[in-house]
Nanobody, 115 residues
Framework: QVQLVESGGGLVQPGGSLRLSCAASGNIFSRAAMGWYRQAPGKQRELVAQITSGGSTDSADSVKGRFTISRDNAKNTVYLQMNSLKPEDTAVYYC?????????WGQGTQVTVSS
């Protein structure tokens, strides 16, 4: 069983930065695609950014140029660097692992962008 543990959320002012981390247990991390999703109150969960096992990345239009996803296979960790944060980025951010047809989710970390 894989466990995903997110960290790095918090309260930040508009224009600020945060880096989220997601540490994975087990030994399939390097072969799995990883993603970050977010869910704001009253809204559906949406994909923010994803990275394949080979390192190819994709991100939502709303965060392009501001957020960067990366991974460190030696540390079994995926990161989300978030710059130029806006109030509309406020949400619970979830880490996701996709390995074949199996998906794993973290517990989420709150990001609040407010002055």
């Amino acid at each position: 069983q894989v466990q995903l543990v997110e960290s790095g959320g918090g309260l930040v002012q508009p224009g600020g930065s945060l880096r989220l981390s997601c540490a994975a247990s087990g030994n399939i991390f390097s072969r799995a695609a990883m993603g970050w999703y977010r869910q704001a109150p009253g809204k559906q969960r949406e994909l923010v950014a994803q990275i394949t096992s080979g390192g190819s990345t994709d991100s939502a239009d709303s965060v392009k140029g501001r957020f960067t996803i990366s991974r460190d296979n030696a540390k079994n960790t995926v990161y989300l660097q978030m710059n130029s944060l806006k109030p509309e980025d406020t949400a619970v951010y979830y880490c996701n692992m996709r390995w074949g047809s199996v998906r794993y989710w973290g517990q989420g970390t709150q990001v609040t962008v407010s002055s």
